[in-house]
């Protein structure tokens, strides 16, 4: 089994800046890439960026690109999301999520991914 666990989370104001961390642990050999993805109240789970095992490969929304930046390092068994200029639409819960398939690339569909963390919740206000 995999676990995943996102901390980061909190209140900033727009144009603000925070740094959630996904902390992976388990049988993280098996893990191929790491997503991250947001639900805001109302809304669908969306895809927000993903990153492969190497860290070679990084995906992004549009929503989001330019302003966030995903990283990984395998040692430390973390994968970090910096969101800079943070918009009240960037306001959901936040989580990361891994797959153990051999995909070229990071999926963007929420399906794709066996291993789900709990979520930390981020709030922008305006």
């Known amino acids: 089994q995999v676990e995943l666990v996102e901390s980061g989370g909190g209140l900033v104001q727009a144009g603000g800046s925070l740094r959630l961390s996904c902390k992976t642990s388990?049988?993280?050999?098996?893990?191929?890439?790491i997503g991250w993805f947001r639900q805001a109240p109302g809304k669908e789970r969306e895809f927000v960026a993903g990153?492969?095992?190497?860290?070679?490969?990084?995906l992004y929304a549009d929503s989001v690109k330019g302003r966030f930046t995903v990283s990984r390092d395998s040692a430390k068994n973390t994968v970090d999301l910096q969101m800079n200029g943070l918009e009240p639409e960037d306001t959901a819960d936040y989580y990361c999520?891994?797959?153990?398939?051999?995909?070229?690339?990071?999926?963007?569909?929420?399906?794709?991914?066996?291993?789900w963390g709990q979520g930390t919740h981020v709030i922008v206000s305006s």
């Open positions: 990153i492969s095992k190497g860290g070679t490969t990084s």
């Open positions: 388990g049988r993280t050999w098996i893990i191929n890439h």
């Open positions: 999520a891994a797959d153990s398939f051999p995909l070229p690339k990071p999926a963007e569909r929420s399906s794709e991914y066996e291993y």
